[in-house]
């Protein structure tokens, strides 16, 4: 896929590789398919969408994740003294 695709979503396959029965013989056997979704932060400074895979289970990668350090600031409280 060229790098600058503009993928939201692609399905690809799982094989794993077998015991081989014949010498020198390479098997692999399809094990799964799954469904990989691209991260849907939009990098407003640079006018796209971020390239990297979403975490699984969620809308954004790992570096985008809502509430992570790195993107917001930690909430202070005051007691009101």
Not at 15 to 26: A, F, H, L, N, T
Not at 47 to 64: D, L, P, V
Request: glycine share 6%.
């Amino acid at each position: 896929m060229p790098p600058r695709a503009p993928w939201i979503t692609f399905t690809t396959e799982v094989y794993e590789k077998i015991k081989p029965v014949v010498r020198g013989q390479v098997t692999y056997r399809f094990v799964r398919a799954e469904e990989v979704n691209r991260c849907e932060k939009v990098l407003e400074d640079k006018g796209r969408r971020c390239r990297n895979e979403a975490e699984r289970g969620s809308k954004f990668c790992r570096a985008h994740q809502p509430g992570d350090s790195k993107q917001e600031a930690p909430a202070i409280f005051s007691r009101g003294d």
